[in-house]
């Protein structure tokens, strides 16, 4: 296959990648231009090829264009960001990646691979924005923003009651807190109760998702950015100088890109920041409380999160158990939630049916305390005005009601074997229910002896 034909079948590969390419020949002539470049930056792919790009992109020079740089002085750049004006006059975000091809030390080609990273950016940035707004005590003074502590915590469970008393403890000092528990559990209720229990109540609490944004943007989130440190970029505090005095919820931590976790180790270690792109460190004094939705033994495992860092961050440890594990609490929410959703759909519901608190009581809960919330709200939307009492009627998705054995999606979550456990529970308590707490009986619809059942009765501690 001659030269011509290699390019042709390249050109014609690269347009189905959604990463723009651009390639440039040793003379800075464009070779490749493909259909996500084209459409990034607003020109027409006739327009570009094979023309020299100083003469297409006239605004950009070897102090401003990475592929320029590359072409002259061979030199690679690595995921730069750069904010630039398409043809459009809009402003346009990327990640940058621009590669020299050399051949017996001499460059024959510049790629470049941009990846649109706009919307993301734009996102990131109203984050901040937003924060730095709430953070502003003229504008406190008029948005109500829900704070919660511990009198919003219902729990009567013992081992709930425990993790409350733990967290009440944590309260008292600075340390920093790992907190983890099934999605849904209510890991960042504890989380705000800590920190308005706390000395630095009347200082910020601030909450961001490590598993929301790449790591190029949540490192600029976090720290903040300097004019200058890359194109586009502005002077901005990130949230670690937003939070200075209070307290940072760094949540979902088993998801923080693995290239960030030694600069937010030294931040904890030095207790200072620099932000992207500055010279300056800047002094913070922010408590860290971090959130997962698995446990420490498997996040190290499989290397989610570093060692060293999870030291730091694992001061003070909280188990929040998930709902199955609590059934004492389930009508005591349910309660809760009824009292809230009367409210908000001006209902007058003042109880359960005896077939609805069966079911409540029986059902697995993969979405634990949430998913809780949830079922209740749908029923009180249901509700006519001159209802009082929930039962069935009500329920729009039944079938979030019915136990399901095959609920494979939560099996990641928590292991197998836990999994597998929960499982079995359910399914005992289940056929006890049906069969009005007859041992014989549920031993028979289980196919079972009655010895084994009784054996598996005592061993989860379900009541008779």
Known sequence: MRVKEYMVLLQNILQYIDEGIHVLDKDGNTIIYNDAMSKLEKMDSKD??????????????????????????????????????NKDGKEISTINTTIPVIVDGNVIAVAEIAKNITNIKEMSDTILELQDEIEKPE???????KKYNFDNIIGKSENFVEVIERAKKSSKNDASVFIFGETGTGKELIAQSIHYASSRRDKPFIAQNCAALPESLLEGILFGTSRGGFTGAIDRAGLFEQANGGTLLLDEINSMPYELQPKLLRVLQENYIRRVGGMKDIPVDVRIITTSNEEPKKILKDKKLRKDLYYRLNVI??????????RADILLLAKM????????????????????????????????????????????????????????????????????INDYSKIEDRGMDEYLKGLEKSIIEKALDENNNNITRAAKSLKVKRQTLQHKIKKYNIPI
């Not at 249901?382 to 009601?401: C, E, G, K, V, Y």
Request: no cysteine; charged share 30%.
């Open 317 to 326: 440890q909280i188990n929040v158990p998930s709902l199955r594990e609590r």
């Open 337 to 404: 939630f009824i009292e809230k959703y009367n409210k908000e759909f001006n209902k007058e519901i003042i109880g359960l049916s005896n077939e609805v608190r069966e079911q409540l009581l029986t059902y697995h809960y993969p979405g634990n305390v949430r998913e809780l919330e949830n079922i209740i709200m749908s029923s009180i939307s249901m509700a006519d005005d001159n209802d009082n009492i929930l039962d069935s009627r009500h329920f729009t998705i039944p079938q979030a009601m019915d136990f399901q």
């Open 139 to 145: 504008v406190t003074k008029t948005k109500k923003i």
């Open 48 to 85: 570009v090829l094979k023309k020299p790009f100083s003469e297409v992109f006239k605004e950009l020079n070897i102090e401003n264009s990475t592929l320029l740089k590359a072409l002259k002085h061979k030199k690679s750049t690595i995921d730069l960001k750069q904010t630039y004006l």
